[in-house]
């Protein structure tokens, strides 16, 4: 593997020892993106909201019966699918109105393609996409992070990223999204790589907790 994939890790460990000894113990990153366009990954993560992944995927299966030719749906023909179709997948009625808002907002461009994004700034992204209903900050980093596979991402409202940070330090409680943010600046422009690892060390913790 080429050197310049251990770069994040490397600066990682120069910026700050504690993660050091986190990605010591966990080894290599392992962050993949899943290249798709991101009116698609936006529609899944709607999808996703408030559901286990289970009967999210169950939805999904069946929303994507209803568009046998396509491997996945243009914007304009959920559009024109009846609302009575949509609600029959299992999406609640503030779903449906969210993936409307979304396909309305790709079609008018307000959503890029994958192509374009390249010429839009993580901010922008995230003020043109959290324009749409029923998708927040959030939503969008996850875009940034899995998606469109943007290096500087750092999800401080995520509760596993503030959690991971909180057993790294050993600390009683939580830091603020606001303080984390700060703290994080040390980690740039590597912080989605830094995400990663900190969600490591939330699932190590969660682990290792009393039943």
């Known amino acids: 593997m080429p050197a310049s994939r251990h770069i994040p890790s490397a600066h990682l460990c120069a910026t700050d020892p504690a993660m050091a000894e986190l990605i010591a113990r966990i080894g290599r990153c392992g ?33 994507h019966a209803l568009f046998p030719e396509a491997p996945f749906p243009a914007p304009e023909a959920v559009l024109a699918m009846p609302e009575a179709s949509l609600r029959a997948c299992g999406f609640s009625g503030t ?19 994958r192509r374009a994004c390249p010429r839009l700034s993580d901010d922008e992204l995230i003020e043109r996409l959290t324009t749409i209903r029923g998708v927040g900050r959030w ?70 907790a009393p039943a």
Do not use: N
């Open 95 to 113: 779903k449906i109105a969210a993936i409307r808002d979304l396909c309305a907002k790709t079609a008018d461009g307000t959503v890029p393609t």
């Open 139 to 208: 939503t969008v980093e996850m875009l940034l992070i899995f998606t469109l596979g943007r290096p500087d991402i750092l999800p401080v409202d995520d509760f596993g990223i503030r959690e991971g940070y909180r057993l790294l330090h050993d600390l009683p409680a939580q830091p603020k999204p606001r303080g984390l943010a700060e703290i994080g600046t040390r980690w740039g422009p590597h912080r989605s790589t830094a995400a990663w690892y900190l969600w490591r060390a939330a699932e190590a913790g969660k682990r290792a």
């Open 31 to 63: 962050l993949r993106t899943v290249k798709r366009e991101p009116f698609e990954a936006l529609l899944h993560a709607v999808a996703h909201q408030q559901l286990h992944a289970r009967a999210a995927e169950a939805i999904l299966g069946r929303f």
